[in-house]
């Protein structure tokens, strides 16, 4: 359901630490708050799921929030969400994979091995979706922004 302007509801952990909505009275445990489009718009439209995954809410502008329940949903996205974004890389071990990337991201500089080529998914026009041996994704979001160096390894391998 969209969130009606005459809706009150309420996102709040409960004694357990986890995230619980409040909706006209009525307390849904267990939710988990998610992007809807984490890739293409990042800072655009987010749900409130049920333990089941049944939508219970959802938010089209969450920065037109009230700043504490902007706060809430903020914390609630930021211990769920790991995607380290790639700012750049500095080196690449081998030009056929399996290969060792270095890389900057957002988070530090890492290591991280790609078993294959299918570790590489394009998102949209702009970005890239790297998958290393660990399970860890990591993103580029706009594969033009990166410098030349960083472009140029990623050639190789597109």
């Excluded at 914390?75 to 790991?82: G, N, Q, V």
Aim: proline letters at 6%; one cysteine or more; charged letters at 25%.
């Amino acid at each position: 359901m969209n969130a009606p302007a005459h809706a009150h509801w309420d996102l709040l952990r409960n004694p357990a630490g986890q995230w619980c909505l409040e909706v006209d009275g009525v307390l849904h445990e267990r939710v988990v708050v998610a992007r809807a489009f984490p890739i293409s718009a990042p800072e655009g439209p987010v749900c409130v799921l049920d333990a089941d995954g049944h939508e219970l809410l959802w938010l089209e502008d969450p920065a037109a929030l009230d700043e504490r329940l902007h706060e809430r949903v903020t914390a609630a996205l930021t211990s769920r969400e790991f995607t380290p974004v790639i700012e750049a890389i500095l080196h690449i071990s081998s030009l056929s994979t399996p290969s060792r990337w270095t890389v900057r991201t957002d988070r530090g500089i890492t290591d991280l091995l790609l078993t294959g080529e299918e570790a590489l998914q394009r998102v949209g026009g702009k970005s890239l979706l790297v998958a290393d041996a660990a399970g860890v994704q990591y993103l580029i979001r706009d594969i033009p922004a990166l410098d030349r160096a960083s472009r140029k390894f990623l050639e190789r391998f597109l």
